[in-house]
């Protein structure tokens, strides 16, 4: 089974969102607050190296999707190049997060088209409130006849994946 899984909001959050209401959390990413540009000392949200883990040893393979790429500013008026691309890894290694490979949107590229790409049977990624909801979720622009064979889950940003089962048939019901 093929997983894909959103990281920021969805997995990591920035640093100082720790011991902070999804509320608080949502309005340091929409004030840009420091840390939220700050990529190299996120920090994973609740159990999710746990849940990955435990859906890893079943037989699950995760892909990541990540909100970092080279070609446009991802937060703010950082633009985050090449080099910038690697945090993504030092934070999944940093963490014990399962391996996976870190698609990163490529010039011209959507998140769509990378899920179109991979056709994951599993797509987990948060609602997008800080940055426009559904309008900027990934699943919104998958193609109908690729949508109709992933299971979308969408979690609230910030919120975490603890909830979802741990058992994998139990996920793609």
Same mark, same amino acid.
């Given at each position: 089974?093929?997983i894909l899984?959103?990281?920021?909001?969805?997995?990591?959050?920035?640093?100082?969102?720790?011991?902070?209401?999804?509320?608080?959390?949502?309005?340091?990413?929409?004030?840009?607050?420091?840390s939220?540009?700050?990529?190299s000392?996120?920090?994973?949200?609740?159990n999710?190296? +746990? %849940?990955?883990n435990?859906? @890893?040893?079943q037989?699950? *393979? !995760?892909?990541?999707?990540s909100?970092?790429?080279?070609? =446009?500013?991802?937060?703010?008026?950082?633009?985050i190049?090449?080099?910038?691309?690697?945090?993504?890894?030092e934070?999944?290694d940093?963490?014990?997060?399962?391996?996976?490979?870190?698609?990163?949107r490529?010039?011209?590229?959507?998140?769509?088209?990378?899920?179109?790409?991979?056709?994951p049977?599993v797509l987990?990624e948060?609602?997008?409130?800080?940055?426009?909801? +559904? %309008?900027?979720?990934?699943? @919104?622009?998958?193609?109908? *006849? !690729?949508?109709?064979?992933?299971?979308?889950?969408v979690? =609230?940003?910030?919120?975490?994946i603890?909830?979802?089962?741990?058992?994998?048939?139990?996920?793609?019901?």
């Amino acid at each position: 089974m093929k997983i894909l899984v959103f990281l920021q909001g969805t997995l990591i959050m920035h640093k100082s969102a720790v011991g902070k209401t999804r509320e608080e959390i949502i309005e340091q990413v929409k004030a840009q607050e420091e840390s939220v540009r700050d990529f190299s000392s996120y920090v994973p949200i609740g159990n999710a190296v +746990e %849940k990955l883990n435990k859906w @890893t040893e079943q037989g699950a *393979e !995760i892909f990541y999707l990540s909100a970092l790429t080279e070609d =446009k500013k991802a937060r703010g008026d950082e633009i985050i190049g090449k080099e910038g691309l690697k945090f993504d890894q030092e934070i999944l290694d940093r963490y014990g997060f399962p391996a996976g490979e870190i698609y990163h949107r490529q010039k011209g590229e959507s998140y769509a088209q990378i899920a179109e790409r991979i056709v994951p049977d599993v797509l987990i990624e948060d609602d997008c409130e800080s940055i426009g909801g +559904e %309008k900027e979720m990934t699943i @919104t622009f998958v193609r109908p *006849e !690729i949508k109709q064979k992933i299971k979308s889950i969408v979690v =609230k940003e910030f919120s975490g994946i603890d909830y979802l089962p741990d058992n994998l048939k139990d996920l793609i019901l």
